[in-house]
């Protein structure tokens, strides 16, 4: 059983930058894929980074590549997701999940968050 809490979600200019963290209980963490997520109002939640159990592998939405970037830190039980450049797109509840799959699918995400909304003003 693995419980995840977010935070560093706020209001920012575009251009701006936020940093989310995910705050994992639990013993296995580290034996977890951890992703990112999110959902904006009226769309499906979306993709938006996965970072394997060791740090090594990442992978991310095309849309957020080169902007953003995630990170985990297994001895303090917590991932993050750096986000520069941000672009009044990139508003939406992010979701931290936890799954055994190194894969974008939410479906195989067995853990997640309770979101964390990020806005960002033109």
């Known amino acids: 059983q693995v419980q995840l809490v977010e935070s560093g979600g706020g209001l920012v200019q575009a251009g701006g930058s936020l940093r989310l963290s995910c705050a994992a209980s639990?013993?296995?963490?580290?034996?977890?894929?951890m992703g990112w997520f999110r959902q904006a109002p009226g769309k499906e939640r979306e993709f938006v980074a996965a970072?394997?159990?060791?740090?090594?592998?990442?992978y991310y939405a095309d849309s957020v590549k080169g902007r953003f970037t995630i990170s985990r830190d297994n001895a303090k039980n917590t991932v993050a997701l750096q986000m520069n450049s941000l672009k009044p797109e990139d508003t939406a509840v992010y979701y931290c999940?936890?799954?055994?799959?190194?894969?974008?699918?939410?479906?195989?995400?067995?853990?997640w968050g309770q979101g964390t909304q990020v806005t960002v003003s033109s």
């Open positions: 639990g013993r296995t963490f580290s034996r977890y894929v």
């Open positions: 970072i394997n159990w060791s740090g090594a592998s990442t």
């Open positions: 999940a936890a799954g055994p799959l190194f894969v974008v699918l939410s479906i195989h995400y067995d853990y």
